[in-house]
């Protein structure tokens, strides 16, 4: 036994050392002058300066882009959890043909490709002056999250027994009262799932942010992050610097939230 | 208590379903900071009016270039400009070239309002003109800075709506201390070309520096070795006009296999991973002095003196590119690199006008030249960019320049597309005849 | 008379529940889907001003494109490998991880936050090491490698190399909820009956992990057969074509080359072919699971 848990770390090591080394090259150039990446790919900068970081700090908008990308993600997830979870409810309790044409409606909304929607959604966001706006780009996000979250809801529900919400109806409660009291505290495991499943996709989508959000004042972390490497192409250290500094809130998250993270897409997936 | 739940939940749900649904009319209008033209005014008609009553209020203009590897270079012109205009604010926004054309066409095709944006001219110009998009500038002040040649080589469909700001030869760098030790003549023909090359590759250096990862640095050649084949070799100046009718082929343009050739020519004498190292990745090369030459326009310059100042300043020289064998052909390439275009649906037209006719300055053009280390075409502005770019004075001042973009009205992308299928051929996927038959039957699907 | 009352009462809530969820998702998916399905039937080159109608015409060109067939290969081709790579080597490491590994817990956030990243900044960051930093790594133990996304060869297997580094992350956790849920004492138990630790694996683990299995390969088809970001953030389809997928084929014809019309009836023949696909996959895993 003792030499195949060696020989599993071992193996899983490299395999991790292969995962960080993009990371590493990163890192490695966010901290170099250009000349000294230019005369030494691998050598270790001669100093540890955070020059890159501060010039790229200041040419681009970094805490606008990470408030707009919070915010952003903060309404939309917050929205898709609210209206999935009471439409997961209805679809998971009412076995009856209409309820289910809406869940297959829902699921064959998921496999639309989003390159038929993207001209009318722009069309729609200008007629509608959602562009530009938080809450535009975040009724969008409701949207395409609902089908996902309706999914893994419904699911999640349907597991559930009936039996204390039958009894709590005997007792007087009506429906909201039932989903409020019985039913809101079970699903802390699902909401987790579709938190992070949803959080994830929508801080670092970038398509629709490309179509929604163009003035650079509502700019988000990837948009950010695009426009900044086209116009450093040239620079890249300062590039590098700036990937590393969009890289650490996502590392803090993950790792003040891996519990609940790993936790949340565990029991989405068993239950969904 | 019950009840009260239900009708709070009632209300909850019926504020939800109002913000779904229905309304986008509590929306919150886009931040007062940004000023986006587009989402506070809706209507054209209000907007007319007030506006040429207000010239003191402070306006703020939208300016979209694709400079952006210059970013700061442009800003600064634009600070100069803020600076003289204290009521005009110019929301500058770079993007990449690569995705310039196709974010500029969402937003029009959106009824977005750009009120100042760059364009080529040529085909992309066409494009935006036959939109509507773009404002006819025919007959303003400002084109008396430049020489009337110039302007007229900018019309489209006989119009101005294009003001020339910038220019840069395409040409060859080379390194001269490589010539020198091998004993190369700056090559005046396409054959002497190649034979520099080899003879560079048997030394065991790199000939050329390609840069072809990108799309735009091949796309860049092809649109310019085929035009001038086609146009001064094989004499048919109207090729690509037909092209674009389906009066005529690649098939039947001798002009296409002598640019596929040379196309495969130069590849094979590439650096190492032709298509694997883009743009920057070659200027790195070239400014090592391990690569004999490299086909760019002047951009690079401030690159390579930032890495090596000392092949900056008296290492490297400038040649044309002979896309011919018959050196009298064999001009200089000179290019108008952005042209300034005016939205045709801007708010702030005597802004955007003033913007541009501050970039069409004598004041402007130093600007131009002094921060982004390019030639311009206002008359009198300072052409001293570098030292290499001087080795090309002789051709300014015969007169010995040409621009073979004025070949191409074509508004199809067909470039774009013979990249790909030339790439297919760099890799012995598709034989020559192979790669025109694909072409003329993906413009066959794409002309109009 | 009160009982219908008390129906449709006690339904009202549960329509009351489905609207919110419904009404976003026809805002942000269904009219915008009606509306460009519309688009397909028309020669709109996404900028003029007038759309003119012109019946099946694109349909009928989409079918004797050539260039939709090569696409359609080279999205499958993508599609199935970067699933079957990511489904094996997640539950690779999912296996080390649930049995015997020490910082189980480190190793875990490792596999993850190359998923959590940007596609964007992944792209950027492979683009480079492929171009720069991978030949001089390989230049020091005197090996001459290009990068893979410069040949057309192997530009497709460079994205699949990048997909897989960044997607390995969620299936692997799913698969680590699933392997708890195997009970050790089955396993032990099987192999004091003589089974080899492989053959416990494929009679015993195996099968009770078959739903993560099956949500894993529907999450990670799906979601490769759409991938978009990555290619158009590295190779935009190049070099020679050999990247192009459905996605930025779609794209590049509705914009580049203004043929939105023609881009939306594209679009509309990959939705039916997902349809298609999720249809035959729920199928299989519903019989297999059946089955067991």
Redesign the interface.
Known sequence: MKKGQIAAFAIISVIALIFLFPFYVAVLMAFKTPKETFDSFYALPSSISFENFSLSWKASNYLSAITNSLIITAISTTLIVFVSALAGYSIARRNKPFYNFVFIVFLAGLVVPFQITMLPLYKMGKELSMLNSHWGIALIYGGFGVQMGVLFYAGFIRAISKEIEEAARIDGCSTPGIFIRIIIPLLKPVTATVIVLNALYIWNDFLLPLLYLQDKFYRTIPLQQYFFFGQYSSDLNLAFAYAVMGIIPVVGFFLLMQKYIIKGIAAGAIKG | MKKSLALGLCALLMTLLLAACGGNNNEPQSSPASSDPAASAPAESSAAPTESAAEEKPVTISFMHFKSDVTDGVQKIVDQFEEANPNITVDVQPVKYDDYYTLLKTKMAGGDVVDVFTLNNGAQTKLFVDGGYVEDLTGQPLFENFDPSVVKAQETDGKNYIVPVNATPIAVFYNKKIFSDLGIAIPRTYDELIAAGKKIKEAGKTPFALGWKDGWTLGMWIGRDLPSNTALVENQPDFFAQLETGAAKFADNPATRTMIQHAKQIFDLGNKDQLGVDYNGVVDLFAKGDVGMMYMGTWPLADIQKKNPELYETGIGYFPYPFSNDASLNKLEFNPDASLAVGSNSKNKEAALKFVAFMASKEGGDSWVKNINSLSYVKGASADIAPAVTELQPYFDNGEVYDSQVYIKSTIDWQNQFVQNLQKLFFNKATEDEVIATMDDWVSKNHK | MGNIKRLIR??M?????????????????????I???R?SFTNWD????TVHYNGWDNYV?AFS?SDLWIVLANTFKYAFIVTLLVNF?ALL?AL??D????FK?G????????????????G??????????F???FK?FGL?V????????YALFGLILIAV?QGIG?PM??Y???L??VSGELVESAKIDGASTVQSFFHITLPLIA??IT??ILLVL?GSL?V??LVY?TT??????STEV??TF??KN???????GY??A???I??LI??LV?IVQISIFRRREVEM
Request: aromatic share 18%; hydrophobic share 50%; net charge neutral.
């Open positions: 006690g339904e809530w549960y329509i009351l529940f489905l609207l919110p969820g419904l009404c976003l998702f026809i805002f942000a998916v269904l009219v915008p889907l509306m460009g399905a688009y996404g900028l003029s001003r060109r494109d080597i490491l080390f991880l049995s015997y590994v020490k817990n190793f875990r956030a490792i596999f993850f936050l190359s998923g959590a990243i940007s596609t964007v900044l992944s950027f960051i492979w683009k480079y090491n492929y171009a720069i930093g030949p001089s790594l020091m001459d290009n990068s893979p996304l410069g040949d057309p060869n580094w969620a956790i799913i680590i909820a699933g708890q849920g739903p993560s949500i894993n799906t759409k978009f970001d953030v935009q389809g190049g070099p020679a074509f459905i996605s779609i794209y509705s914009f580049a080359n203004f043929q939105a881009g939306t594209l679009s509309i990959f939705f997902l349809v999720t």
